[in-house]
């Protein structure tokens, strides 16, 4: 069964600094990779994807995400936080097939940014 | 382009009554998903639909929630009787595609419900 770890329930990081969010996953095979962001109030938006190709994705809003596939990992970073960046982040996985197609999230990581 | 609707927004219930909660997808989008977020949690597929069909419903507690697609385009899910630890945020999402692997989600902006 696939499943999707964010070890970091909660981040918090001055406007100007550097992000990484954390996310690993677990799946028998290279799985598609998603970062969706949930503003307060708000429904799910996707930051960027991973299908395959090149291991490093850009997304919207300055973020970027690599996929390593020795690490089963898919961190989302950004390397100069805004104040309107405060959200949550949720890393999500599905199937690259499959007729039951079904995308797995994680728990989420909760960023504050500090002015 | 319209994004996912839904509504209510928020919705108070007292546990034992019902609701109802509605969602108009994005035009054309064949895939329709309703999610349960609890808080603190990621969401969780409920049920999916293909069309008017049920792809999957392996996690909906079907012995109180029902949902439906009629027509192919909006649909609603219901719970009767709401107990407490059904108080969480119900999402809506659509996609163009068949829902595989290469499909993208757009997400409305949520349900609230609280059951007291």
């Known amino acids: 069964a696939q499943s999707v770890t964010q070890p970091d329930i909660h981040i918090t990081v001055s406007e100007g600094a550097s992000l990484e969010l954390r996310c690993n996953y677990s799946y028998g095979a290279t799985p598609y990779l998603f970062w969706y962001v949930q503003s307060p109030g708000q429904g799910l938006q996707l930051l960027l994807k991973?299908?395959?190709?090149?291991?490093l994705v850009q997304g919207i809003k300055g973020f970027e995400a690599e996929f390593k596939r020795s690490q089963s990992s898919f961190n989302l970073r950004k390397p100069s936080v805004h104040w309107s960046d405060a959200a949550e982040y949720f890393c999500?996985?599905?199937?690259?097939?499959?007729?039951?197609?079904?995308?797995?999230f994680g728990k989420g990581t909760l960023l504050t940014v500090n002015p | 382009e319209a994004g996912v609707a839904q509504s209510p927004r928020y919705k108070i219930i007292e546990k034992r009554q019902s609701v109802a909660f509605w969602c108009n997808p994005i035009?054309?989008?064949?895939?329709l998903y309703w999610y349960q977020q609890i808080l603190g949690q990621g969401p969780k597929l409920l049920i999916q639909?293909?069309?008017?069909?049920?792809?999957?419903d392996s996690q909906l507690p079907k012995d109180r929630f029902s949902a439906e697609r009629l027509k192919g385009v909006d649909s609603t899910l219901k719970i009767q009787p709401a107990k407490l630890e059904d108080s969480a945020v119900y999402l809506c999402?659509?996609?163009?595609?068949?829902?595989?692997?290469?499909?993208?989600?757009?997400f409305g902006a949520g349900t609230r419900l609280s059951v007291l």
């Open positions: 639909f293909q069309n008017n069909g049920v792809v999957d």
């Open positions: 999500a996985v599905g199937p690259p097939w499959g007729s039951n197609y079904k995308l797995t």
């Open positions: 999402a659509s996609s163009s595609l068949s829902g595989g692997g290469s499909d993208i989600q757009y």
């Open positions: 991973y299908f395959s190709g090149d291991t």
């Open positions: 035009s054309g989008h064949a895939t």
